[in-house]
Each structure stands twice: as structure tokens, then as C-alpha cells.
């Protein structure tokens, strides 16, 4: 294609696709070179989309970028979907396909049979609608703001508030927040009303009895199955929530209190204040070179590319999207950072996490073939997770007092334990919901908190806040977006343990295989590309305790 050349109407973009329809393939070499051609036409594409969802979410407000991702979604988006559906037959249908390399194109074959196998017509326009509709959610969220010591701010930030150690002023916080999220309930029962009915039409033209089993073919799950789901949320279960326990005990102790309140679940258990990792984004992003350096030189080299060329956007502020993200750029091969940062050390495990998807995605970026970038998300989280864990044993860079930096540490391990309780019940949930899609409101709710209470530890005391709990689930962004995109953070944070360990043992070693690993994009299957990262694609309860219990025992040692 032309260097220069912008994505704009589909007349222009039209004979690029009908030009590799028409094309003809008379030998396996010709047939390859179809293949990277069309690979460099779908990189082109993507790029441009993937810009124009940027554009929307670093500024809610801009109506011109609105304009431009209305037009990609609703005009675009349709004609490259079914240009892609024939162009992935045309790949099957060929008779030189068997004469590929099989070990080169293996993972990309098995994902385009799959595409071929669930794409159908009726699913095109529903596609469009649900993208369009599903942004609903980040704009009413990106609008949520609440008057905290005479000042409005995001919920976002005002989060960060439940760190200080007035109890008082946590509680009114924490009231607050969720009294501004109940406002708009209505709207959002509505939007995901709206969301799930599509949703399992779109299952049924695809001849699925349910979107969940839809789905899992659709997120090319080919490796594990929903039996393997149900044994990740028992080993979270049985293994995970009692050392979850054992920590919320540890805190009502130390706090000198009778009841653990979710207020009191963020502030530093010995009353100390919250810990200030950076001062300005420019410092945050100074020592997060640093940081990684002493990991890899090459993964600080990555940040600080990215800084140069504009691909950073970390500071929060009104009308921008709530949450975090790496955007990878597969024609350039630069990813961008996306996050909301406020002072805090979440914003420091953010932007580390953040960090592991931009290496992940540089280090791939020399494949030729789109899809060995397209990175499955139990792998891309793999590296973003392990990123966080390694860096930890360099945040010495944040902070220069050993106690503060015990603290990050103890955060960062609490959190860990924690999350992946969080995790198995959004998933759980979202199994329920999908299988049960004629639900009514009120029976969503009472499953919604059946499902938490199974995960939720016992020594939180919720009581009084249940208007607050019927729809905690409201806060999670990928429930609205990205239906079943979650339990891979449970999955790939095991992974990440288990890498953490190694590089206890071995640093210079473990480093290269988790290199090694994010090296291979998408080229090998997920448990070969653990595999490479020196560890096992496993959520048995064994596995799970041992790498529990590994975390546990790090954070004793650093509480004694």
C-alpha cells in the first residue's frame, strides 16, 4: 500500500480489498505473499481504527474524534468485516493452503477457519450496534464527578481518598462515590439490558445456544474450556480467600477495630499516610525507565521511545476515560499508554502493567503477519502482570526510605491476593448471566450477590451498604465492553507468581525466558508460550496454593 495513505471512505479503501479478492493464486508462494499482503492492508486498517478510539478517549468532549469513531464503526467497520469473512474463505477454499509452513502458519490458520466457522451476515450490523452502544458506559462514567474539600473531582481520583487515615473522612468518601454511581443505576440496568439481548442474538445467528459458549469460540479459546474456568474459581475459592482472610484479620488488628468496613480496606494498617510514588507525570515516567532498565535495558529503551514520539498519555483530568490501557499500533509497531494517573501507587502498578503490554507489544513487532501480533489476552496480561512483580524488586527508584518501600512492597502482594478473588466472581457472574439470558432484573441481582458472597471474605463487614452491593458489578468496565474479558487477569497474575519466584532464583535466567516468550507475539500456542517463560499454563488447586502460599510467606517476612 502507499506509505502515505490515510483511511478515510470506503471507495478509497475498497480496491485494496477487492484487488486481494480477485487476485489470482496459482503456487504456495503466491498464496504466501497474498497472505502478507493482505496482513500489511489489515495493519493499515487497524492503526487508523485504533487511533480514533485514542482520539475518543483522551477527550470525551471532542466531537470531531466522536465523528471520526461513529464513521469507522458504522460505515468502515461493516464493509471490512465482510470483505474479511470472504477474503478468510478465499484463504481456505485455496488448494495450496496444506503446503504452507505448518509451524509458521498454524496459529494463524486455526484463527481464520475460526473466523470462517462463526461469521454470520446477521451479526455485522449487531456488531456495529453493540460496539457503538457499549461506549455508552464510558461516557457515563467519564462524566461522574463528586465535591470533595470544595473541589469536584473524577471518581477516579476521589479513590485514591481512601487512603487517608481519618476514618471519618474515608467513610464520607467512600459514601459519596457510591451514592454518584447510584445515580445513574437506572442507566446502566438499561444499557446492559440493551447489551445482553444483543449479545445472545447474536449467539443464536451463530447457532450457539447461549453468548457464553459463543464467546469463547469468538476469543479463539482453544486451549482451555469453561471446566477449565469452573477449576480456576474453586482453587480461588479454596486456596485464595483464606489467605485473604488471614490479611483483613491482620488489618482489623492493627487498626484497633471491632468491624473491617470497605472504607478502611485501602489505608496503611499502622496509620502511616499514603505513599506518594512520583510528584509530576514527567517523574513517574523518569523512574519508570529506571526501573525497568535494571530489569532489561531494553524495556526502559521502550518507555522512553514512546515518550518521545507522543505515545504517552498519563495524567487524569475531566472528560477523560476512566481506566488504563496499551494500545498496540501494528503498522508502526510503537504501542500507545493510555491510564489516569494521581499521585498514587496504583498509578505506579498501573503504568508498570501497562508498561509489560508496550514491551509485548515492540518485541512482536517484526512479524510480518498481523495476527502473530495479535496477542491472546492470557498471554499479553502474562507479560503485563509479570512486569509489575519484576519491577517491585526496583522500586527502590520510588522510594528512598526502606519502610515506605516495604510498604509498596506489602501493597503490592496484598493487592495480588486480594484481586484474584475479584476476578474468579466478575468471571462466575458473567458465566451466570450468559447462560441465563431471559434473567429479570431482580434475579440478576439476587445471583450477582449469591456469587460475590461465595468470594467476598468474611471478615469485610458489609452490613447497611447493600444498596451499594446489589450492583457492585456496575464498576467493572469489561462487563459492559469486553463480555468474559477478565478471568485472564487471574490466569496470567498465577503466571506472573510463578515467574516472580524464579527470579528470586534466578534473574539473569528468568529475564531471558520471559523474553524469550514475549518474543513469540502470538506464534505458538498459549501453554508453549508459558512454556518458554519457564512455567505451566495451570489453575489446579495444588498449583494455586503452592503459589499462594509463596506470596503469603513474602508477605510475612516483610510484616514481621
Known amino acids: 500500500m502507499p506509505q502515505k495513505f490515510k483511511v478515510s471512505v470506503w471507495s478509497e479503501l475498497q480496491p485494496y480489498y477487492s484487488e486481494l479478492l480477485n487476485r489470482e493464486i496459482h503456487s504456495a508462494e503466491e498464496l504466501e505473499q497474498w497472505i502478507l499482503d493482505r ?42 468485516t465482510s470483505f474479511g469473512n470472504d477474503l478468510d474463505k478465499k484463504l481456505v477454499a485455496c488448494p495450496f493452503m496444506d503446503q504452507l509452513d505448518k509451524e509458521k502458519y498454524a496459529i494463524h490458520l486455526r484463527g481464520v477457519k475460526n473466523s470462517v466457522d462463526l461469521f454470520r451476515e446477521a451479526n455485522v450490523e449487531l456488531a456495529k450496534e453493540i460496539q457503538l452502544k457499549s461506549k455508552e458506559y464510558v461516557k457515563i462514567f467519564a462524566e461522574m464527578t463528586i465535591g470533595v474539600d470544595g473541589k469536584q473531582m473524577t471518581l477516579h481520583k476521589a479513590s485514591t481518598l481512601l487512603e487517608e487515615t481519618d476514618r471519618k473522612y474515608r467513610k464520607t468518601v467512600y459514601h459519596k462515590i457510591n451514592k454518584r454511581i447510584l445515580k445513574d443505576n437506572a442507566g446502566l440496568e438499561d444499557l446492559f439490558d440493551d447489551l445482553l439481548a444483543k449479545r445472545h442474538q447474536m449467539a443464536l445467528n451463530a447457532g450457539y445456544p447461549n453468548f457464553r459458549d459463543y464467546k469463547f469460540q469468538a476469543l479463539g479459546r482453544f486451549d482451555y474450556s469453561v471446566k477449565d474456568c469452573e477449576q480456576f474459581h474453586e482453587s480461588i475459592k479454596t486456596e485464595i480467600i483464606p489467605l485473604a482472610d488471614q490479611l483483613n484479620d491482620y488489618r482489623k488488628e492493627t487498626l484497633g477495630l471491632k468491624t473491617l468496613r470497605p472504607w478502611d480496606l485501602f489505608v496503611d494498617p499502622t496509620g502511616l499516610a499514603p505513599l506518594r510514588p512520583f510528584n509530576k507525570i514527567q517523574d513517574l515516567v523518569n523512574k519508570t525507565v529506571k526501573s525497568l532498565s535494571k530489569i532489561n535495558p531494553l524495556f526502559g529503551e521502550v518507555i522512553e521511545i514512546m515518550r518521545e514520539m507522543g505515545h504517552l498519555d498519563l495524567e487524569t483530568r475531566k472528560g477523560k476515560r476512566v481506566g488504563g490501557y496499551n494500545m498496540p499500533l501494528h503498522l508502526s509497531g510503537v504501542p500507545f499508554v493510555f491510564m489516569n494517573a494521581t499521585n498514587s501507587l496504583s498509578d505506579l502498578r498501573t503504568l508498570m502493567h501497562e508498561s509489560g503490554h508496550a514491551v509485548h507489544s515492540y518485541l512482536a513487532r517484526g512479524y510480518k503477519l498481523k495476527s ?19 519491577s517491585m524488586e526496583h522500586w527502590d527508584v520510588f ?28 468471571d462466575k457472574f458473567q458465566h451466570w ?25 468474611s471478615y469485610v463487614d458489609h452490613s447497611g451498604l447493600e444498596k451499594y452491593l446489589d450492583h457492585l458489578w456496575h464498576k467493572q468496565l469489561h462487563i459492559f465492553e469486553v463480555p468474559f474479558y477478565y478471568i485472564e487477569y487471574g490466569m496470567a497474575q498465577l503466571g506472573a507468581i510463578a515467574i516472580w519466584k524464579r527470579y528470586r532464583e534466578d534473574p539473569a535466567g528468568t529475564v531471558q525466558s ?15 508460550i508459558y512454556s518458554t517463560a519457564g512455567i505451566a499454563f495451570d489453575f489446579s488447586r495444588e498449583c494455586v496454593g503452592q503459589l499462594g502460599q509463596f506470596v503469603k510467606k513474602e508477605l510475612d517476612t516483610l510484616l514481621d
Do not use: C
Open 39 to 80: 496482513s500489511e492492508l489489515d495493519a493499515v486498517v487497524s492503526e487508523d481504527f485504533s487511533w480514533r478510539y485514542i482520539n475518543i478517549t483522551v477527550d470525551s468532549a471532542n466531537s470531531e474524534a466522536a465523528d471520526l469513531y461513529q464513521i469507522a464503526v458504522e460505515e468502515l467497520a461493516p464493509q471490512v
Open 372 to 390: 502473530a501480533k495479535l496477542m491472546p489476552s492470557e498471554v499479553a496480561e502474562l507479560a503485563a502482570m509479570t512486569m509489575e512483580l519484576l
Open 399 to 426: 522510594f528512598e526510605d526502606e519502610q515506605e518501600l516495604k510498604r509498596a512492597h506489602v501493597y503490592q502482594l496484598e493487592y495480588i491476593l486480594k484481586v484474584l478473588p475479584w476476578i474468579a466472581t466478575i
Open 433 to 457: 448471566v450468559y447462560t441465563n439470558p431471559l434473567h429479570s432484573r431482580e434475579e440478576r441481582k439476587e445471583n450477582w450477590k449469591r456469587i460475590f458472597r461465595e468470594f467476598n471474605s
Open 514 to 528: 520471559y523474553t524469550n516468550a514475549l518474543k513469540l507475539g502470538y506464534t505458538k500456542t498459549i501453554g508453549e
